[in-house]
């Protein structure tokens, strides 16, 4: 079992910048892809960006250009820089990893994130 830890969020005005973290609990984020979602009021969740073990990161549209996934794997972390906010990006971000060849799958409690107009 490994439990994620994020860290990060909060309130922001629209144009302005949040960083988010993922910790894993045990030595093994270097065999999963690492994932970030989030999920608006009232919508469903939706992938935001994806990063695969060998450090190719993957963006939806709407956040392209502003926002960049990393990862540090020997410190077993991922990262979500935000940039150039907007009201529309406000929800909850959840991270994900993904074994990048089996089917373990783990969640982390989710971080608000309020950007406000």
């Avoid at 060998?54 to 794997?73: C, E, H, L, M």
């Avoid at 940039?83 to 409690?109: F, M, R, S």
Wanted: some cysteine; hydrophobic content about 30%; aromatic content about 10%.
């Amino acid at each position: 079992q490994v439990q994620l830890l994020e860290s990060g969020g909060g309130s922001v005005q629209a144009g302005g910048s949040l960083a988010l973290s993922c910790a894993t609990s045990r030595d093994v984020l270097i065999m999963y892809t690492a994932n970030w979602y989030r999920q608006a009021p009232g919508k469903q969740r939706e992938l935001v960006a994806t990063i695969t073990s060998g450090g190719t990161a993957n963006y939806t549209d709407d956040v392209k250009g502003r926002f960049t996934i990393s990862r540090d794997n020997a410190k077993n972390t991922a990262y979500l820089q935000m940039n150039a906010l907007k009201p529309e990006d406000t929800g909850v971000y959840y991270c994900n990893i993904k074994h990048a060849y089996g089917t373990a799958d783990y969640w982390g409690q989710g971080t608000q994130v309020t950007v406000s107009s």
